[in-house]
């Protein structure tokens, strides 16, 4: 029993790389559609968050069916409670990259304001950075690493603050970027979003590593280091 | 913690060693699993409780039980096992009637009237869930009961004795799955008035019923602490394994 047990925790393992990284490359092309207002790699982004949201269900059907036959306790019952749950925080970033896709097509033609879309463009990269460093920290088991991660959504936090409070006093002066303005606080918003989903994939790493369920704000984890 | 009984690096050799330096606490009105491979020194841990393991086992370290040391010369190991009811996997009802059986040892004990006898006997027979059935045949010569209904009736004539801790060697060995379920709900009942030691080869029982749980291994207790801990994130890697059944290490 405990082969067939190994067997299918192997199965699960794989999908759960596989929704791993088709997120990641949902970030990556999400940020870089926005960054070249490339509207058609944008719209690739949208078709293939069919196949994200497909691994989400899938993964459910996986772990319940391992719950429900094998009853699993201990680092068994860990390892697929936190599939369970990073998973459904991983499918929200594949949706964040999806609306950060649709503001891309939304403000194709709409006027641009430079000096934000270089902060965007900046959080982008960060968010994703950030993604692969956790997805990374999970599959090392590093929880160390996945301290340290959660510490970077300040920077994400910071740069939203900033791109909300320089939009809003860009769109006071300069009526005609009212629109793209408010585009730039949204898509602000999502990578941010993106940051806090990171945050919770590590706190899943600690309960992983731990068996402790934790709240990683930044700056409140000094009692969690190895 | 406060327990009503514990011990203190007890060890316990039969020419060779059996249980090395157990020291394990039991909180009152609670229950806890001892769980382990067959071998470990479970069941010997638990004889060694109330004083029933062969005479020439040599015992070491100490066993307390409400503040006193249960192997002083002067402890009445009659009256100790009556404060410590045991009930062992097979049930063993006497060839007498039911009611003799229940009255055997109070009746000997206590001078008790026959109504205040029939009062505590339906308590008893109420707390085991085994009344309604058996209430019309306590006084037949032969009764017939299934294995589970016979172990909760052993169960019902320690009772009567008003325990305070009851040890259980695989109660429910031989128990479908309905009469496990029947018999764990008594034991879930009874924790108000008594402190109930388990040891059980069930992990799911032991996961379901108890409120702490010891590992035993190769006669060393390998992790104790409370069964929601041990069974989500123990601190041991041999516990880790044992009951994720990763065998073979």
Redesign the interface.
Known sequence: MRETFDHELDQLHVRFAEMGMLVSEAIFRAVKAFIDHDKKLANQVIERDLAINQCETDLEKMTLELIALYQPVTSDLREVITILKASSDIERIGDHAVSLSRATIKMKGTYRIAEIEVEIAKMGHHAYQMFEAVLDAYVKRNLQQALEIAQQDLFLDHELAKIRQRSVEIMQVDQQSVVSGSYYTLVATYLERIGDYVTNLCEWIVFLKKGEIVELNPGRNDDLQE | MKYILQTQNLSIFNGKSILQDISLGFPKHTITAIIGPSGAGKTTFLLALNQMNPPNYLIQGKVIFQGVDLYQPSIDRYQLRMLMGMLFSTPEIFPMSLYNNLTLVPSYNRKVSYSQLMTEIEKVLRQVHLWSRLKNKLFKKRVNLSTSEQQLFCLARILLLQPQVLLLDEPTANFDSQETFEFEQVLLELKDQLTIILVTHN??QA?RISDYTALFQAGKLIETGKTS??????QKSQ??NY?????GF
Do not use: V
């Open positions: 992990l799911r996961a801990n041990l069974f989500t994130a123990p516990t880790d009951l994720s059944q990763r065998f």
